[in-house]
């Protein structure tokens, strides 16, 4: 099976229909393919694998100059590309695609531990009910894109050793680059496929500024990586477009199998040695203890709260939202969509995925408009705090110990509320509406909601507290 051919990416098209398409066809017909039909890995990891091939087809862009001018090439230039390096995109054969040929074969690991949507090894799936010890059988184009997001983000911990080349790997492995941190990745959404792909491509002038990163060449041109070769791994592992499809894992696949041979792969530097440029990276902590990190997918708190953050166009080294957003002040256009999401674990357990869509005014990428927003988001956490008091002096009228209150239930429904209403904070920027008004009447609302909610009102005695403490709920409109 050849991965430029053979149809095994799905998408959806224009019209609704949905199908799997070759990566040739993909790129010929990107302008009919509204977007991709995958789950928030797949996605990630296919974005990866398209921008990794477009920029080593166009051998760049250099500089914004180029990177406008390259889109009415873009697809020339990667059939070309991908004509040519067909033989390194074979699933199974002489070179197999995103394997170590040169592992010797353990068949330590069952097929199905490729997905993670599926019951193997560690993933312990409740509703997963044909898994068994031996495995199931699956398809070649089922097998190419869980082994490239697998590539992408198989969580770290022990893993079986073999000899790869002239070495013994190790008995303990990283997290892949993609799930470090469990970053919440973001990209640009065009009107089609083929635009989403060339909004998200980075230049080189941007490449630049990133510490020990050089723009390098996808993992497949070079041989030696798929060899054990040392020096040839450490290049391919501080290089922009040998981490956007890497090989955290040496794997080789047998095509009559159900098992495969899995080991520990490449080591990719973290931050703030190096950083995912489709991340966002925030400076937090204490003032001797601050350090960088990636914003990460919380199963509890919805990704609109970090905004601010997400969207932001710093030009620092390590700080700032997704490098990709800084196209958008080329673009002619009233809203932008925005696409975050990713993969959420907990050393070596998966916890789940998640996927956000956004679309907002152009004009929340300006920074005195995020400065609002963020003072928005600052107003809902004003909220929290003053629901917090009044559930802490409820229970103290009501003689409750201190240590045995909890806040969660009370806090949860606020957010709740708020994560179902945030677009009406995302309209006041667009419409330049002052915060004391809607937004305002929202957090009200929710901070009423949650306090009646959570705190029993039926006898005298609730009552009287309810009364006492409902004088906490006393949020200060903020000024025009």
């Known amino acids: 099976m050849n991965l430029t051919d053979t149809p095994w990416i799905p998408i959806i098209r224009d019209n609704g229909s949905r199908e799997k398409v070759s990566l040739i066809a993909l790129f010929k017909e990107g302008e009919t393919i509204r977007d991709l039909a995958v789950n928030p890995p797949q996605r990630i990891a296919l974005m990866r694998f398209l921008i990794c091939i477009t920029q080593a087809a166009l051998d760049g862009p250099q500089d914004e100059k180029a990177w406008f001018h390259a889109k009415k090439d873009l697809v020339n230039n990667v059939i070309v590309y991908l004509e040519t390096w067909a033989h390194a995109f074979d699933l199974y054969g002489e070179t197999p695609f995103m394997q170590a040929k040169d592992l010797d074969p353990l068949d330590n690991a069952v097929l199905d531990k490729l997905n993670f949507d599926l019951s193997a090894g560690n993933n312990s799936v409740l509703f997963d009910h044909e898994a068994s010890p031996s495995g199931r059988i699956h398809s ?246 003053l629901l917090r008091e009044a559930v802490k002096t409820w229970h103290k009228e009501m003689a409750v110990d201190s240590k045995s209150i909890s806040y969660d239930k009370a806090l949860m429904n606020y957010w709740a509320l708020l994560d179902e209403q945030y677009l009406i904070l995302i309209r006041c920027i667009g419409n330049s509406e002052p915060l004391g008004q809607a937004w305002f009447s929202v957090i009200c609302r929710a901070m009423n909601i949650a306090y009646i909610n959570n705190c029993p009102h039926t006898t005298p005695r609730q009552i009287q507290a309810f009364a006492i403490a409902a004088q906490k709920l006393r949020l200060k409109k903020p000024d025009h």
């Open 140 to 385: 070649p184009e089922w097998c190419a894109l869980m082994l490239l997001t697998f590539q992408c983000f198989s969580p770290g911990g022990l893993i079986g050793t073999t000899q790869w080349g002239k070495d013994k790997t190790t008995k303990t492995s990283e997290h892949a680059p993609a799930i470090e941190g469990s970053m919440l990745h973001t990209y640009i959404r065009g009107e089609n496929l083929q635009v989403t792909i060339w909004m998200n491509l980075l230049t080189k002038e941007m490449l630049a500024e990133f510490p020990g990163m050089t723009f390098g060449r996808p993992i497949w041109e070079d041989d030696d990586v798929f060899k054990g070769n040392p020096e040839a791994a450490r290049m391919s592992t501080q290089s922009y477009l040998g981490r956007l499809v890497p090989l955290s894992r040496a794997v080789f696949l047998d095509q009559n199998q159900k098992t495969f041979t899995l080991a520990n792969g490449l080591s990719y530097p973290k931050l703030p040695v190096q950083r995912e440029p489709c991340a966002t990276v925030v400076r937090r902590g204490k003032e001797k203890n601050e350090k960088d990190m990636y914003i990460s997918v919380n199963l509890a708190r919805h990704p609109w709260r970090e905004l601010s953050s997400v969207l932001s166009l710093s030009k620092t080294a390590i700080a700032g939202g997704a490098v990709c957003l800084r196209h958008l002040k080329y673009i002619k256009s009233d809203r932008v969509d925005i696409w975050t999401g990713g993969m959420a674990a907990d050393k070596g357990k998966i916890l789940d995925v998640a996927g956000w869509n956004f679309s907002l005014p152009i004009e929340m990428l300006n920074t005195t408009e995020l400065l609002i927003y963020e003072k928005g988001v600052e107003l809902a956490r004003k909220g929290e705090y």
